[in-house]
């Protein structure tokens, strides 16, 4: 299709998402913590041979981090250096390796902060994903009891009937004398003993 040289070209939808990094969970970041306190002790210490081994562990790790989590490694998941390409990025990362001795700790920090909204997003698309299966074979919600006023099913735990939007929460009570609060079916009142009205039914929202 030819456009027309009178009107400029339409800029292309962006359909790309946000990234996800890598869901830590805090148990591993504090392992990470742990490594990574164990092999600066095995650097600085004076064995030839332990600090080599600690040397070979920092690279172990830094290759563990890099693998979950790339370039987000170096962009602490997304919080400075956005703007940058990726390439970028990545030569930052290889002229300034050596900075990731102390990089990581800044790093570490950021990570264990997002498991709490990791934690709560893993739970959310859980309880999605229970809904969707449940969808897809067909599965009714729970019932219990009928409405008060259509007299259809109510589903479990529901507030508010699906069929008339009648407000199924009871009021509370209002001691005529005392003015004390109490349960929507008490008789008496706690407060001054005082007998209690009937309650009358709710009336049903409107739809």
Known sequence: MQTSPLLPPVAPTSTSQPRRYYRYRLGVVGALVLTYVVWWVMIVSRGEI?????????????????????????????????????????????VFFWLLLFWLVPYFIVAALDTRGSAAELSAERAQ?????????????????????????????SEFCAYCGTDLTPALQVCPVCHARTFPDAQWCPECGAALPPSSAKSAKPS
Not at 51 to 70: C, N, P, S, Y
Not at 140 to 145: F, I, R, V, Y
């Open 129 to 157: 994903h229970i809904a969707s299966l449940e969808g897809e074979l067909g599965i009714l919600p729970s019932t219990e009891g009928t409405c008060p006023n259509c007299h259809r099913p109510l589903q479990l735990g």
């Open 50 to 94: 332990i600090g080599d081994l600690g040397v070979a562990i920092f690279f172990a790790e830094i290759a563990l981090v890099f693998v979950l989590d790339g370039t987000g490694v170096v962009t602490l998941r997304g919080r400075i250096l956005t703007r940058l390409p990726k390439p970028v990025i990545v030569v930052l990362a290889v």
